[in-house]
């Protein structure tokens, strides 16, 4: 029996495979009541490191033995040390996290989403830990990634792999909860880096126009990424439809909720934007399409291969957001009594607008907590 070292995506695996595990979260009670792992097989209490250091006798009674225990802090340090007291006191398995809440904000798992009909696959990486969602269309040989996240090792590690090379990033709206991967990601394989104009007119950098009639193609298949101007959450948010079968909703509309427009304080301005793109443009399409979104707000969202995706149709029978008649009650949903904004959400928009360049360990802190760009969580 003895202290073990858990990585991040060993977790990963065992949360997208609803594997039940009990976690003891040493963290202080705000930034656990904050943010915390979270899933459908995840048995979870919060109990202080502070309140550990002399002995973990008053714990012991509270911790199952039929499931793997799993100690976590913010980075590592006190989860090793409350589970080696553990170990000592009951003399059974005890896992650490490894790196702590950090990594498990930055572990990125790719789920496949299906074949497409011309060829092809897409990919939906998901971000347990913030609830960020991001995707890769892959075909030929050739791939696009979609509100890449700021580690990029993941999709690296993917593509080669894969044996894709990168020919484009699409960030569909300028984001405000996390900093984009796209610049570091065209640095490195040379792609093409795609932004909707009217979300980039303050950026320090070149960048190719994401907006109606601009397809951006994929492979020799030819599988068309087919950009759908659609504000409210942002200026210039823009959807996409992939393959006919596929709508990437960005932060416009979730499988639980709606967007958000106070994140550039627009709200006043958007609210009509927001409304109209999910009233008249999204109700325009086919119900058929499945809608794949930028975030999702509760584990409960994924399903049972850790998919985050629904038919629109489904949507308009079953999300609130998108059945509110009164346009004024639709204004007051929007605009008022929303969840805190995001964490650093200004510097965040600073970062991704390439006008200051935060180390490291100063986006990681930017970033750390959960999306809110939802209007409810």
Avoid at 235 to 241: A, D, E, F
Avoid at 342 to 353: D, K, L, V
């Amino acid at each position: 029996m003895s202290l073990k070292p858990m990585t991040a995506k060993e977790l990963g695996k065992m949360v997208i495979n609803r594997e039940e595990i009990f976690i003891l979260d040493v963290r202080n009670t705000d930034a656990f009541d904050d943010w915390k792992v979270e899933g459908e097989g995840v048995e979870i209490i919060n109990k202080p490191y502070f309140d550990l250091i002399d002995g973990v006798d008053d714990i012991v009674g509270q911790l199952p033995e039929d499931k793997p225990l799993l100690v976590v802090c913010a980075k590592e340090g006190s989860s090793q040390f409350v589970a080696e007291q553990i170990v000592e006191a009951t003399g059974r398995d005890t896992h650490y996290l490894v790196g702590g809440m950090k990594t498990w904000s930055e572990h990125l798992e790719p789920v496949k989403l299906g074949d497409l009909k011309d060829g092809g696959e897409l990919y939906q990486f998901v971000r347990l830990g913030k609830g960020c969602l991001s995707y890769l269309v892959a075909s030929d040989g050739e791939a696009a990634i979609i509100d890449s996240a700021r580690t990029i090792e993941p999709y690296n590690e993917f593509l080669a792999e894969n044996n894709l090379t990168l020919k484009h990033v699409i960030d569909t709206h300028l984001h405000a909860d996390h900093i984009s991967g796209g610049r570091k990601l065209r640095e490195k394989h040379g792609a093409s880096y795609w932004l909707p104009p009217k979300d980039a007119e303050e950026v320090t950098f070149d960048f190719k126009p994401l907006e109606d009639g601009n397809d951006i193609i994929v492979g020799q298949t030819k599988v068309a990424i087919h950009p759908i101007y659609s504000p409210g959450h942002t200026i210039g948010s823009t959807s996409m439809v992939i393959d006919d079968q596929y709508l990437i909703s960005g932060d416009i509309l979730f499988v639980d909720s709606i967007g958000r427009p106070d994140l550039a304080g627009k709200a006043e301005d958007w609210v009509a934007d927001l409304r109209n793109s999910l009233y008249s443009i999204y109700a325009g399409l086919s119900g058929d399409l499945y809608v794949l979104p930028a975030h999702f707000g509760k584990h409960e969202e994924l399903d049972a291969q850790g998919r985050v995706m629904e038919k629109l149709s489904v949507l308009f029978e079953k999300n609130h957001g998108l059945n509110i008649n009164d346009e004024e009650e639709f204004r007051k949903t929007v605009t008022e009594d929303l969840p805190p904004q995001p964490n650093a959400y200004q510097e965040i928009r600073q970062t991704n607008m390439g006008k200051i360049n935060p180390d490291a360990d100063e986006q990681t802190e930017m970033e750390i907590g959960p999306n809110r760009c939802a209007v409810s969580g």
